[in-house]
């Protein structure tokens, strides 16, 4: 019955109405006040005019005082989700009864982490854990050097040196704002990766792997995107990126539709369009909010014709806080591809992060069309903040919030197979479903952690580990 109302509530939570921001009203009513000045403290890196960028809020303003509270609560969760801060906190101070000044005061993250990397090069834990048997030699290890607030601009650089089971070397770039008004902004990235094992085909929703003691896979990759924010919510990426790979003939010798025509080269130019409505409360763990996603990607363009495809993958998301530290979420996504007949190298599916359904972690299900619907019921068991400052001296690390959830959890969907793609029919041109209860952890720098006992339509039980989310 819980299962059923789960189901049936996500279904109708994610297309009812949604009213996020009231319009604040500048008005003569006889409870206002004026905005005298705003005062920026605690950014010794941040530019100031990075948080200005995220404040409704202007000197000299009128308010009426109740609504100047609301807009303040969605200035903060704004800064907040910059993820720049540790903390934040917006006050009003009374100069007279009818003026105020207001007070942002934020703690400042660590914000340049030369990272080293070790980390499993499969899509998720339970891939390596039950499909892969533990074997360390799927492991990446190398360095990792990332600013996330480079020049105090909020740009953001990323430099990879990767080995073991890929070798990448990466580096990429971010500014989010090139123009005077905080508009636009732009991103380029550049890559070179290699292979000696890699996926050359899927039989029962599980991936095969070869080996060898050679290159099996060269792929170098380049882009370029203009995001255009016109407002606080609301953001469009206009991308532009070139891939070109190369495999090794034996990969070839065993999927001859590995990619089209028996090629061992696939070149493409890409054109990719993203929108993103954004107002959640915590966008690394939401509890409250919606999110909108919407991309459309064309890949194929211009000179080379290797691969042809039309794809647009959608998913929104709305999340409630019921009372007495109770949530409910719920996310409805969908993603299809025209024309259905495609290279192997280029198959999609569900059991990739963020579209994947608990309990059928283990299986990677591919196909041109999937509709899938997430719901989640928890429950607040704590939430503190750990005081290490008599160990870590500084202050960026000096407390540390923990926060765990208990978690009720039902995922249903159904994916379209590809044509004649017979090796994989258990979870195709079927309704599927997965539930079960989970334990979520959540803590300092947007680390969440889920364990979960989860079961799916064919009567499978286990318990997964996942990082991130669920949605």
């Known amino acids: 019955m819980l299962v059923s109302m789960l189901f049936l509530t996500g279904i109708a939570v994610c297309f009812g109405q949604q009213n996020p921001v009231d319009t604040i009203r500048h008005g003569n009513a006889t409870n206002t006040v004026t905005i005298d000045k705003i005062f920026i403290i605690g950014n010794k890196k941040t530019k100031e005019n990075i948080i200005r960028r995220e404040l409704s809020i202007h000197e000299g303003e009128q308010y009426v005082r109740a609504e100047l509270e609301e807009a303040l609560k969605d200035d903060r969760r704004r800064i907040i989700n910059t993820q720049l801060f540790l903390s934040v906190n917006v006050n009003v101070v009374d100069l007279s ?50 600013h996330f607030n480079f ?96 495999v090794a003939d034996t990969v070839i010798y065993e999927n001859a539709n590995y990619f089209s025509n028996g090629d061992i080269n696939q070149r493409y130019f890409s054109l990719t369009y993203t929108f ?42 709305r999340y409630f806080d019921l009372g007495k530290k109770f949530y409910f979420g719920s996310s409805v996504s969908g993603y299809l591809s025209t024309p259905s007949n495609q290279p192997y190298y280029n198959y999609n599916g569900v059991g990739r992060n963020p579209d994947f359904m608990r309990g059928l972690e283990r299986y990677f299900i591919e196909g041109p069309m999937y509709l899938i619907n997430k719901n989640n019921l928890k429950w607040e068991i704590f939430s503190i903040d750990v005081d290490v400052s008599n160990i870590i ?17 039902y995922e249903h969907g159904y994916i379209r197979n590809y044509p004649g793609y017979v090796e994989n029919t258990l979870f195709t041109n079927r309704y599927i479903y997965g539930t079960g209860i989970g334990l979520d952890i959540v803590t300092f720098y947007d680390l969440v952690m889920r364990w979960e006992y989860s079961f799916n339509i064919e009567g499978e039980n286990a318990l997964f580990f996942n990082l991130h989310a669920a949605f």
Do not use: C
């Open 276 to 317: 993103v409505w954004d107002f959640r409360d915590f966008v690394s763990y939401p509890l409250t909010g919606a999110y909108l996603r919407v991309r459309a990607d064309i890949i194929g363009v211009g000179i080379y014709d290797d691969v042809n495809i039309f794809s647009i993958n959608a998913r929104y998301s």
């Open 393 to 409: 001296k500084m202050r960026q690390f000096s407390k540390i919030p923990f926060a765990a959830y208990l978690s009720l959890n």
């Open 97 to 146: 009864e009818n003026k105020v000044d207001i007070i942002v005061r934020v703690s400042e993250r660590w914000y340049f982490f030369p990272v080293p990397i070790f980390d499993l090069a499969d899509r998720n834990f339970t891939e390596w854990w039950v499909n892969q048997k533990r074997d360390f030699t799927r492991v990446n290890y190398g360095i990792k050097l990332r």
């Open 151 to 246: 020049r105090g601009r909020r740009e953001i650089l990323n430099l990879t040196a990767q080995f073991g089971y890929t070798k990448l070397f990466r580096l990429s770039y971010a500014f989010p704002y090139i123009n005077k008004n905080q508009k636009l902004g732009l991103k380029f990235y550049g890559d070179y990766s290699t292979n000696k094992n890699i996926a050359y085909r899927t039989v029962g929703h599980r991936l095969q792997f070869m080996d060898s003691s050679k290159v099996l896979r060269e792929r170098w990759r380049g882009g370029v995107s203009l995001t255009y924010r016109p407002n606080f919510y609301s953001t469009h990426s206009f991308g532009a990126g070139f891939s070109s790979v190369t």
